[in-house]
Nanobody
Framework: QVQLVESGGGLVQAGGSLRLSCAVS????????LGWFRQAPGKEREFVAA????????YYADSVKGRFTISRENAKNMVYLFMNRLKPEDTAVYYC??????????????????WGQGTQVTVFS
């Protein structure tokens, strides 16, 4: 079993930055992919970014590429999402997720087995 706890959401003006954190616990994670997804009101949940715990390869949705950075800190079992140049359309509940290898579609939520409760990000103009 894997537990995921997100933190760091909040209210921010457009153009600003936020850092989301995800504390991961429960198992060894060398065979896991950690991802961030988001869900805006009235919309389906969508992929944001993912990182392979072993090796550190990263993947991004086109909508956030160049603005968001995902990283992991193995020693602390933490995953971060650094969000820069935020836009109102980034407003959503952001979820941390974990999926065990093999994963071939890092962007697909069906690949992920464990989910956090989510943290709200609101960007105002």
């Amino acid at each position: 079993q894997v537990q995921l706890v997100e933190s760091g959401g909040g209210l921010v003006q457009a153009g600003g930055s936020l850092r989301l954190s995800c504390a991961v616990s429960g198992r060894t994670f060398s065979r896991y992919v950690l991802g961030w997804f988001r869900q805006a009101p009235g919309k389906e949940r969508e992929f944001v970014a993912a990182v392979r715990w072993s090796g550190g390869s990263t993947y991004y949705a086109d909508s956030v590429k160049g603005r968001f950075t995902i990283s992991r800190e193995n020693a602390k079992n933490m995953v971060y999402l650094f969000m820069n140049r935020l836009k109102p359309e980034d407003t959503a509940v952001y979820y941390c997720a974990a999926g065990e290898y093999p994963i071939f579609r890092e962007y697909a939520e069906q690949e992920y087995d464990y989910w956090g409760q989510g943290t709200q990000v609101t960007v105002f103009s």
